[in-house]
């Protein structure tokens, strides 16, 4: 337990680094995946959310739509957030070698 502690006091007084301070090669690898992934799941929301948007008009909107519809947003702003890191990581990227 008492390795537990110490590990869990030791990541907690770390010295954090912001977006700036990462150099390219992890901007990259962070990047990269992040936007991957958020377009994935961006996709995955619009398309079902259409499809489902179809089925509640000709079916009604019942209590698993609904949940249906939440689990979607959050797919959704997770896709956002993904996304919105790959930006990010794109725009220090950009500033650093090509301004």
């Given at each position: 337990?008492?390795?537990?502690?110490?590990?869990s006091?030791?990541?907690?007084?770390?010295?954090?680094?912001?977006?700036?301070?990462?150099?390219?090669?992890?901007?990259?690898?962070?990047?990269?995946?992040?936007?991957?992934?958020?377009?994935?799941?961006?996709?995955?929301?619009?398309?079902?959310?259409?499809d489902?948007?179809?089925?509640?008009?000709?079916?009604?909107?019942?209590?698993?739509?609904?949940?249906v519809?939440?689990?979607?947003?959050?797919?959704?702003l997770?896709?956002?957030?993904?996304a919105?890191?790959?930006?990010?990581?794109?725009?220090?990227?950009?500033?650093?070698?090509?301004?």
């Amino acid at each position: 337990m008492k390795i537990v502690k110490a590990i869990s006091a030791a990541w907690s007084s770390r010295k954090k680094k912001t977006w700036a301070e990462l150099n390219d090669w992890a901007l990259i690898l962070i990047g990269l995946p992040s936007f991957a992934t958020g377009t994935y799941y961006l996709w995955v929301a619009t398309t079902v959310t259409q499809d489902l948007i179809v089925w509640s008009k000709h079916n009604g909107l019942t209590f698993e739509a609904i949940l249906v519809f939440a689990f979607l947003g959050s797919i959704a702003l997770s896709g956002l957030y993904l996304a919105t890191v790959a930006k990010r990581c794109y725009g220090l990227i950009v500033e650093r070698n090509f301004k």
